[in-house]
């Protein structure tokens, strides 16, 4: 995964995409960052490692773009989404909401009659079934509908 960032770093430079390319250096300058911190930058990050720093960095992006929208500087807010969208593209499909909630449901059943107590069993085993392919808070907050 990092080989196909560094070769679209270079196609969009070529390209003369700025924004790409701006938001491609800055992915690599987190991962980077990532690999010196765990002791890796020899080694490298393992693509399950890129992808939860990509998850990061995309979901930084959006909570930028809604601040943005809330401030009322939509042109702000709209580069912040463009940005997504460029991460996006690396990350795995995320599930919608209706699949996400047949495996909520599914969790819930298995657990048989639980309780909020239960609550970070069910995300844990969510997020096990998932691989990353969905949201954290919408998973926390689609578990919680079920359990209250």
């Given amino acids: 995964m990092q080989q196909q960032i560094d070769a679209d770093l270079k196609e969009a430079l ?14 690599k300058s ?6 010196i911190a765990q002791n890796a930058r020899d080694s490298g990050l393992s693509d399950e490692q890129i992808q939860k720093i990509l998850s990061k960095e995309s979901k930084k992006r959006q909570e930028a773009a809604d601040l943005y929208k809330q401030g009322g500087s939509d042109e702000r807010a709209s580069a912040e989404l463009a940005e997504k969208a460029i991460i996006d593209a690396y990350l795995p499909e995320q599930l919608d909401e209706a699949e996400l909630t ?5 969790e819930v059943a298995k657990a048989g009659s639980p309780t909020m107590q239960d609550m970070g069993k069910i995300i844990g085993a969510v997020r096990g079934r998932t691989g990353g392919r969905a949201d954290g808070g919408l998973i926390a907050k689609l578990v919680k509908e079920r359990l209250q």
Avoid at 14 to 27: N, S, V, W
Avoid at 102 to 106: G, H, L, N, R, S
């Fill in 30 to 35: 987190a991962l980077l960052n990532e690999a």
């Fill in 102 to 106: 047949k495996i909520v449901d599914e």
């Fill in 14 to 27: 070529l390209a003369g995409d700025k924004t790409k390319a701006e938001t491609l250096r800055g992915l």
